[in-house]
């Protein structure tokens, strides 16, 4: 399940809920103040892939490497 962030308008408090995918347009109500008039916030999105030119890899080529690690 995502986490959502949210903020409220009432209180500013900054809070974390997870949600399923169906879920996810429903705004909670804020947990110090119970308020509804809550809104959804940009989150950070953090990216776990490959790695670029930097990579260990020194054997020259990509398939079938054990990328520098033996």
């Known amino acids: 399940m995502p986490t959502y ?3 409220c308008n009432e209180c ?3 809070f974390e809920k997870m949600l399923r995918f169906s879920e ?3 705004i909670p109500a ?3 103040c119970a308020s ?3 809104q959804k916030q940009l989150s950070k999105v953090i990216s ?3 790695a670029s030119s930097g990579s ?3 054997s020259g ?3 079938g490497s054990r990328a520098g690690f033996s």
């Open 5 to 7: 962030e949210y903020r």
């Open 12 to 14: 500013g408090t900054q």
């Open 24 to 26: 996810a347009d429903r």
């Open 30 to 32: 804020c947990p110090e």
């Open 36 to 38: 509804a008039n809550t």
């Open 48 to 50: 776990f892939g490959a």
């Open 56 to 58: 260990l890899n020194t």
């Open 61 to 63: 080529s990509s398939c």
